[in-house]
């Protein structure tokens, strides 16, 4: 019984970090103070900025196809945002994950949770459609999920 409980007391790691292994491999802004790499590295405080236009777009990569339960952004001024996933090997063949208009935070930080279908991905693509500011943030991707085996192949 107690095993049981304890089971389902365990929360999932978060995936999308650089010390599980994510990597950030495209992103259509870049400055040198907010990188993209930013949103997986764990710390508070960091983020990446957009450069002022829309739309931008992150695409964060998993080490091996990752069974993911729940997905959450923290950002700044963000609007209109799309969360898409593949389960390629390299990241194209998008399907949606999620979709929500943010409201506007008034300076603070925008905490979203996404509900979303458990899926097995490799990547996925953050879309930033627009922003209630002319500057978007985003502080950080969190992806609960547990790594599949490496040749693991069914599913996909």
């Not at 209109?80 to 929500?100: E, F, R, V």
């Not at 509900?115 to 978007?136: A, K, N, Y």
Request: charge should be negative.
């Amino acid at each position: 019984f107690f095993l049981i409980l304890s089971l389902l007391d365990r929360t999932m790691p978060n995936v999308c970090l650089e010390t599980e292994g994510a990597q950030v491999v495209i992103a259509t802004s870049w400055d040198r103070k907010h990188p993209p790499e930013t949103v997986i590295d764990g710390k508070d405080g960091t983020f990446w900025i957009s450069s002022g236009m829309f739309p931008q777009e992150l695409i964060v990569s998993f080490p091996v196809a990752t069974r993911i339960t729940s997905l959450e952004t923290k950002s700044a001024c963000i609007k209109g945002i799309s969360i898409q996933k593949s389960s390629n090997q390299t990241p194209s063949g998008w399907s949606d994950l999620a979709k929500k208009e943010l409201s506007h935070s008034e300076g603070q930080v925008q905490l979203e949770e996404y509900e979303i279908t458990p899926s097995i991905v490799r990547h996925i693509r953050i879309l930033v459609q627009s922003g209630h500011e002319i500057f978007v943030a985003l502080y950080s991707i969190t992806v609960d999920g547990t790594p599949l085996e490496e040749n693991f192949t069914s599913g996909l």
